[in-house]
């Protein structure tokens, strides 16, 4: 999957009841060249280094590439980071690279 970033949620912290952790999760929202949007929740690291680099590159509207998603359909398709997702930013070609 590569579109282009069009929206990002502040970080936020989820507990996890079997483990009592707290991991931090941000949604992002992306959007192709028709305007259909799909939101895709970011999961730890992601959430936060990668999440604070798309912040940052907001304005810029940059190009997210994804790879290995974890699509759930419930009230809607919806889209979240799992251990092997890999994502680049601006990709110099439409296929990410593993």
Do not use: H
Not at 7 to 14: C, D, G, I, Q
Not at 57 to 83: C, H, W
């Amino acid at each position: 999957m590569c579109r282009t970033l069009s929206y990002l949620k502040p970080v936020s912290y989820n507990n996890r009841t079997i483990e009592k952790e707290t991991i931090p999760k941000r949604d992002i929202t992306i959007a192709d060249n028709t305007k259909k949007t799909v939101v895709i929740s970011l999961w730890n690291v992601l959430a936060t280094d990668l999440g604070q680099k798309l912040l940052d590159m907001a304005d810029e509207s940059p190009i997210v590439a994804i790879k290995s998603l974890r699509v759930y359909d419930f009230q809607g398709v919806s889209l979240s980071t799992v251990n092997k997702s890999f994502i680049e930013l601006n990709p110099n070609s439409l296929t990410p690279k593993n």
